[in-house]
Nanobody, 126 residues
Framework: QVQLVESGGGSAQAGGSLRLSCAFS????????MGWFRQGPGKQREGVAA????????DYANSVKGRFTISQDNAKNTLYLQMNTLKPEDTAVYYC???????????????????WGQGTQVTVSS
């Protein structure tokens, strides 16, 4: 069983930055794929970024490449999402998620992730 708790959401103006954190609790995370997802108002949930806990390989949605950075600190059991150059369309509830598997080409498929945090709201104003 994996428990995930997000923090760090809030409000920012366009062009600003926010950093999300996700504290995770698991007996082992070496073979986990950790991801960030978001769901904006009236939109479907989408994968934002993922990282392989074992090797640090990362994947990003095209909409956030060059602006967002996913990282992790295994010593602290914490996953991060650094969000820079925020846009109003980044407004969403952000979730961290985990699955006991390697990240693959299906990293953005939320149905493949059984463990989810409660979500944290990010609001970007123009």
């Amino acid at each position: 069983q994996v428990q995930l708790v997000e923090s760090g959401g809030g409000s920012a103006q366009a062009g600003g930055s926010l950093r999300l954190s996700c504290a995770f609790s698991t007996s082992t995370n070496k073979n986990y794929c950790m991801g960030w997802f978001r769901q904006g108002p009236g939109k479907q949930r989408e994968g934002v970024a993922a990282i392989a806990a074992s090797g640090g390989n990362t994947d990003y949605a095209n909409s956030v490449k060059g602006r967002f950075t996913i990282s992790q600190d295994n010593a602290k059991n914490t996953l991060y999402l650094q969000m820079n150059t925020l846009k109003p369309e980044d407004t969403a509830v952000y979730y961290c998620a985990a699955r006991a598997d390697y990240c693959g080409s299906d990293w953005s498929d939320g149905l493949r992730f059984p463990y989810w945090g409660q979500g944290t709201q990010v609001t970007v104003s123009s």
